[in-house]
Structure formats: structure tokens, C-alpha cells
């Protein structure tokens, strides 16, 4: 459940501006002449009310209004490299950002939904009730400016006009984090009135690192208001957790989508990409992946690439699905980005002329970045986010410092990208999406690439994601069920948010459905007969399966059925790998393709035991579990544990 504004608003509580004069009062009390001039283009009483507010709360010496215009982008720049948030590095236009080596990642356990008082929310999600919260605030961020300047910026979450962009402010005291906004999003300062008519809604986002100090950092918190629509974050500086515009509004969007426009619109963890395909055309993908699995690597291999984290998606008046990135860059883990895997990225990391912040990597002589995988060869001393490194370097326990941190990033702008489309891109209509893809990180169990029979059978692909912890989350590990890969990000309940997947992918509205696809890049030699971890496919595999998925769209290829999906036939395949200049034996094929029938079944119960667990869970969901298993424990008893493609064709057939 979603109740929007409900309970007291705790920035209004905190700031104690209530009335028109008292905003206008306070705005020219704490802007200087140019801020306050600049300001002036914003009338939106609603947005004043909420700068106001953060003003009078956190008390800065000075604000700074961020209007997007050349000269203030600018100042901002030379801000987050005067207060040492930023250093300069070798190229002209890059710099490096470092995180408190505690803090690397995002802050899942000091996360918090805002609650009302008898709310439910998801069983994945930590919650705090609205008085704690006030008071949490009150103490730790109340007056926290002091000293500092707050800077004011308003973007938008899509370009501007689309159906599903949300106007939202970033209030912050880190000219980083302003810098890294400024990146990320559209600055749409100047139809900003306009837009928050339009959507109807207008966020804030509400940061400060305080004094930055590691012993602060038990009291980080990030707060997420659901019925307001705020979020505030505290003592803390990795964009995960402060540049709340991104997975802080995302989640707000996930509850507009599931609440308030449910059967029209979805808020997803995922890239958008297209790919080229026979007589050009182009065929638009929207995939999600668990943070830290391949996801922006996956839609770098697009030839129109669109965006790697987020998608907006909503069914147009004339049954399509269409989708639109709600960013315009990319704060992507640079880990293994070579130039191999992702020449396009690679260019614009290593090369002049584009504008890069990196973070938390190491810094070798000469101010050049490196990371782990970079493709050089590894350097042996220099900084890194823990400060002096050399090769060898421990840490108390005794383990090895890598180089780099595996969660470093790299922010820059969709433009630096080669392949970015920007005409589709900036297009308020998005682009029309024909695939949609699921994936996760699965050594042993599911192929390569499977296509679901239909849009439920999607929609339990996408509720059936898996992965191994990766390093994008503080202190998580084991294998850990993913939903959607957008569970992180889902404040209400799964049960809730599973609906709103089968009424839109099911919806008559939905004319031209897509095809909805799993994707598993990480099955081990050891999984399939071999010995060890190492993976059965390579990165640039990843073009095949896409282009298998672009034909199949189009229906110019036939697939085997089997009783979990379509698989590829191997002939089309082995032509694909010809395009990529990899031979494909048949053996490599079989090990892929092959059912194994134990590791399927075993999926099946521990998803639906953990779903019992919640409440509400559509019947449909264990209709086709049910199904499932019973195709499969029919073709063990035949075949036995490991099902050859062979045999699957043979069951097809009818033999
Ligand atoms: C992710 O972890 O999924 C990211 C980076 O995309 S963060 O901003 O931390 O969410
Ligand atoms: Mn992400």
C-alpha cells in the first residue's frame, strides 16, 4: 500500500516554514543577490516550500542555485576540486572521487523506508516510524550546513515531457554530489514549473556528508519518506546513497508504478539498448540484472545504446511498449572494463575530450586511474580508497587490498559514449522495446538464453532471478534471491509489485507485446561436467545471444520448446558465432542447452517456499511453477537427470 501524504512531513516538521511569506522571507534572508535572482524563475510554491524548508533545517552559511547554465556547472566543478571532494587526474576533464573506505557501497543496513504507523512494507526492507525518524533527523541533520553551502539543482527523470519523467531537486552539501547530478540528469531548471505541473508530483532529495569522518558513520542514514516523497541522506558521500535521484526516486517511481498507475506504467533495474539487425533495423532491448552483473557491459553491446541502470516503461496509445532512460549518463563499475569487452566505454575512459569523475580506484604516478581488468598491466604502487597501496598490501585481518575497489565506478555522460543513440535517447516517445530480459548470476542451472512461452511465463522468469552478492551493497554475501533484479528498490510488497507485473505484460492494452527472455552468462565449467569456476562463455558472447533474441523478435529464427522456455536451435547459433569470428562447437552447445533437470527442480521449491513467505502472492505465479515441475519430473523419470536438446526436440515431435 502507498498513501501519499500521509502523516507530517518531517522536512516541514524540522525547517518550520508553513506559510508563503515565511518562504519568501527566509529566501531573501539566506540568498545573496545572484542566487536569489536566479531563484526568482522558479514559482512553484510546492518546490519553494521544500527548498525553504531544507534551508531553514540544515543552515547553511551560503546556497548556491544550480541552473544548469555553463558557468554554474562550472563553478560547481572547480568547487568539488577546491573542498577535495575531487581530484584532478591526467586528462584534462577527469577526476577522482574517494569514499570513506567503510564505505563503498550502498548502506543497506542503515536504509530506511518512513513509515506511518501501521504500514506495511516490503519484507526485504528495513523500516523506522515517522516520530523516530523525525527525531533521528533532528538530531543529526539539523544544522548540519553549518559552514557549508547547500546547493539547489532540479532535473528531470526522463527527457523532458515523456509520460513517465518525474521532476525532482537535489538539495545537497557536496559539490560532488551536485557535480555527479549534473551528469547523471537533465538539468531542467528552466521548465521545471512546467514540469512539475505536468507530472503532478515533484521530489526532493535532501543530503549532507556532515563532518565526513569514518566514526560518523554509524549514524549514516539513508530515509526514504513513500508518502512525501522526500529522502534524505546523512553522513555519508558514495552516490549510492546520496545522489538519491537515482535509487532513492527510483523506488518512489516503483511505488507510482505498482500504486498508482498499475497496468500502465513499470519502473525497472534495467539497461535499455538496441541492436541492429537484418535490412537495419533496429530492435530495442530493456533488460534487467542484479547491481554488480553485467548490466551496463550488456547494454554496451547495443549498437544504439540508451541507458545501463533504470527504464520508465508505459504502453502507448497504440500497443506498444515503449521506454525511456530516466538518466543521461552512467555511474558504472569500471571493474574488468577493457578494451576488449567494452571498446566504446573504454575510449571515453581513457581518451581525451570527454568529462569523467572516477571513484574509488587506485591512482598510479602521473595521476593515471587503474583498475582491476583495465587490460594494462597492473601497476604495484600508488593511492587508492584506502590510501597508500602497494602490491601485496594487507588489511588487519590479513587479506590483500585489490587495486582498486570492486565496486569503483566511473560517472560520465551517455554523449562520451560512442554508441549512445541521442536522437532516440532524448526522444520524449522513448523507443519501442521488442525484448525484455531477465538475468542474474547463475553458475549452475539455467541456459544461456531461454525465452518465456508467453508474458506470465516472463513475468516468473523475472520473479525468479538469482545471484551471487556482489560488492555493490556493504557487507552482503551468499546466494540471494534477486526479483526483478529491482527488489533493492521495491518499498511496498512483492506480492503487490508481482501483480502490477502480470496486469501490464498481460494487459489487452499491450498489443505489441515483447518477447521476454532469460539471460545466464556465468555457468561454470564445473556445473557441466568440467572442473571449476571458470565460466563456460566469454563477454563477448553476450552479441550472440542478443542477436539470437533480435531475430527471434522478428520470428526469423525457430526454437526448441522445452518445459521451462525456447532455446536456440545450434545451427543459429553457430552462424551467429561466425559473426563474432568464434568457432561454436556442438559440445559447447550440449553443455549449455542441456537440461539439468535436479538444478531446475531445486529452483522451483526454493522460490516457492521463499514466495510463501509473503503474503498475497498471485496464484499464477504457482500455477506455472507447478507446470513446470511436472514437464520436468515427467521428462527425468524418461530421460533421467541431464536432458539433451536431442531429446527435448523428441518430445517436441511428439516421438
Ligand atoms: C547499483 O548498485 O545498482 C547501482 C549503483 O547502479 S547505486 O547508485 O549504488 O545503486
Ligand atoms: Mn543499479
Known amino acids: 500500500m502507498l498513501q501519499l501524504k500521509r502523516g507530517f512531513n518531517i522536512l516541514f516538521e524540522l525547517g518550520g516554514i508553513k506559510s508563503h511569506r515565511q518562504v519568501h522571507e527566509l529566501l531573501e534572508q539566506r540568498l ?4 536569489l535572482n536566479k531563484l526568482k524563475r522558479i514559482e512553484n510554491d510546492w518546490a519553494l516550500l521544500k527548498i525553504a524548508n531544507s534551508i531553514a533545517m540544515t543552515d547553511p552559511d551560503n546556497v548556491f542555485v544550480n541552473t544548469g547554465s555553463p558557468e554554474d556547472v562550472q563553478r560547481i ?13 591526467a586528462i584534462d576533464g577527469h577526476t577522482v572521487h574517494f569514499d570513506l573506505p567503510e564505505e563503498q557501497a550502498r548502506i543497506v543496513d542503515r536504509t530506511y523506508y518512513i513509515i506511518n504507523e501501521g504500514a506495511d512494507i516490503s519484507i526485504m526492507a528495513k523500516k523506522i516510524l515517522r516520530e ?11 544544522g548540519i550546513a553549518r559552514g557549508k553551502t547547500l546547493f539547489v539543482g532540479f532535473y528531470s527523470r526522463g527527457p523532458i515531457g ?6 525532482a531537486m537535489e538539495i545537497t552539501t557536496s559539490a560532488y554530489v551536485m557535480h555527479s547530478a549534473s551528469i547523471l540528469y537533465r538539468n531542467v531548471f528552466e521548465q521545471f514549473d512546467d514540469e512539475v505541473v505536468r507530472a503532478g508530483y515533484v521530489i526532493t532529495n535532501l543530503h549532507s556528508e556532515g563532518l565526513n569522518r569514518p566514526e560518523d558513520l554509524p549514524n549514516a542514514r539513508v530515509f526514504m519518506d513513500r508518502s512525501w516523497q522526500v529522502t534524505y541522506a546523512v553522513n555519508c558521500t558514495y552516490a549510492g546513497n546520496t545522489l538519491l535521484l537515482k535509487k532513492g526516486n527510483h523506488r518512489f517511481a516503483v511505488d507510482l508504478a505498482t500504486y498508482y498507475k498499475k497496468g500502465s506504467e513499470l519502473s525497472e533495474h534495467m539497461f535499455i539498448t ?4 537484418p535490412g537495419g533495423r533496429k530492435t530495442y532491448f530493456a533488460g534487467a540484472a542484479p547491481s554488480g552483473c553485467g548490466k551496463t557491459t550488456t547494454a554496451m553491446v547495443g549498437t544504439d545504446f540508451i541507458g545501463d541502470d533504470l527504464a520508465q516503461l508505459w504502453i502507448d496509445r497504440d500497443g506498444s511498449l515503449r521506454a525511456i532512460n530516466p538518466e543521461c549518463g552512467i555511474f558504472g563499475v569500471v571493474r574488468d572494463v577493457n578494451s576488449e569487452g567494452d571498446p566504446h566505454l573504454m575510449k571515453a575512459l581513457r581518451e581525451e575530450g570527454e568529462e569523467v569523475i572516477f571513484s574509488n580506484l587506485l591512482v598510479e ?17 600508488g593511492v587508492n580508497f584506502q590510501g597508500e597501496w602497494w602490491e601485496g598490501k594487507t588489511d588487519e585481518n590479513g587479506n590483500a587490498i585489490p587495486m582498486s575497489h570492486p565496486n569503483a565506478r566511473c560517472t560520465l555522460s551517455c554523449e562520451a559514449i560512442g554508441n549512445y543513440n541521442k536522437e532516440a535517447g532524448e526522444d520524449p516517445a522513448g523507443v519501442e522495446i521488442k525484448v525484455i530480459t531477465y538475468s542474474g548470476r547463475d553458475s549452475d542451472t539455467m541456459p544461456p538464453v531461454v525465452v518465456a512461452e508467453g508474458p506470465d511465463h516472463g513475468v516468473v522468469i523475472g520473479a525468479s532471478i538469482l545471484s551471487k552478492a556482489t560488492a555493490t551493497e556493504v557487507g552482503v554475501s551468499g546466494v540471494r534471491r534477486q526479483p526483478w533484479a529491482n527488489a533493492p528498490f521495491i518499498p511496498g510488497s512483492l506480492a503487490e509489485y508481482m501483480d502490477a507485473q502480470f496486469m501490464f505484460f498481460h494487459s489487452y492494452r499491450l498489443r505489441k507485446k515483447p518477447i521476454m527472455a532469460g539471460l545466464n552468462y556465468f555457468l561454470t565449467q564445473g556445473a557441466r561436467g568440467g572442473e571449476g569456476e571458470q565460466l563456460l562463455g566469454e563477454k563477448r558472447d553476450v552479441k550472440v545471444w542478443m542477436s539470437w533474441l533480435e531475430l527471434r523478435a522478428h520470428g526469423d529464427v ?11 536451435k545450434y545451427e543459429d547459433l553457430r552462424d551467429l558465432f561466425v559473426e563474432i569470428d568464434k568457432e561454436y562447437p556442438k559440445e559447447l552447445y550440449d553443455k549449455q542447452f542441456s537440461l539439468y533437470v ?3 527442480l531445486g529452483r522451483i521449491a526454493l522460490q516457492k517456499e521463499a514466495y510463501r513467505a509473503e503474503r498475497g502472492v498471485p496464484w499464477r505465479l504457482y500455477e506455472i511453477y507447478d507446470e513446470q515441475r511436472i514437464e520436468l519430473e515427467a521428462l527425468k523419470e524418461k530421460y533421467g537427470s541431464i536432458v539433451s536438446v536431442e531429446q527435448l526436440e523428441a518430445e517436441e515431435n511428439g516421438d
Open 32 to 35: 545573496d543577490a545572484e542566487n
Open 77 to 89: 566543478r572547480e568547487l568539488s576540486l577546491t573542498g577535495g571532494e575531487e581530484q584532478p587526474l
Open 132 to 142: 523516530e525518524a523525525l527525531e533521528y533527523l533532528r538530531e543529526h541533520m539539523s
Open 162 to 167: 515523456a509520460k513517465a519523467a518525474l521532476p
Open 274 to 277: 538496441g541492436l541492429t539487425g
Open 365 to 381: 604516478e602521473g595521476n593515471v586511474p587503474r583498475w582491476v581488468g583495465d587490460g594494462d598491466d597492473p601497476p604495484t604502487k
Open 558 to 568: 525457430e526454437a526448441i520448446r522445452t518445459p521451462i522456455g525456447y532455446i536456440p
Open 598 to 600: 535436479d538444478s531446475i
